[in-house]
């Protein structure tokens, strides 16, 4: 069984920096995509950044320029690094990793806290 825990989220002030970790049980190498989605009160949930594993990057306007999205396959962890936090980027934040395969399967963490104070 997969699991994602997420660590690292927390209350920084506007303008500051936080790293989410998601440390994923079992080979990452498996995961076709790792990704972090966040929903913030009354609000719909949305995907902030993706990660395939070749490499290749995604990430939603809002966050461009600001957020890093990175895999460490050694660690069987995803990183995403978030700097010049805005108000609007608070939000509960979800680690989620994709295998396609015969059928699509998807996995989700638990989930982390992130707030900002402006």
């Known amino acids: 069984q997969v699991q994602l825990v997420e660590s690292g989220g927390g209350l920084v002030q506007a303008g500051g920096s936080l790293r989410l970790s998601c440390a994923v049980s079992?080979?990452?190498?498996?995961?076709?995509?790792m990704g972090w989605y966040r929903q913030a009160p009354g609000k719909q949930r949305e995907l902030v950044a993706d990660i395939t594993s070749g490499g290749s990057r995604n990430y939603a306007d809002s966050v461009k320029g600001r957020f890093t999205i990175s895999r460490d396959n050694a660690k069987n962890t995803v990183y995403l690094q978030m700097n010049n936090l805005r108000p609007e980027d608070t939000a509960v934040y979800y680690c989620?990793?994709?295998?396609?395969?015969?059928?699509?399967?998807?996995?989700r963490g638990q989930g982390t806290q992130v707030t900002v104070s402006s």
């Open positions: 989620s990793a994709t295998r396609f395969g015969v059928s699509r399967i998807d996995y």
């Open positions: 079992g080979s990452i190498f498996a995961m076709n995509v």
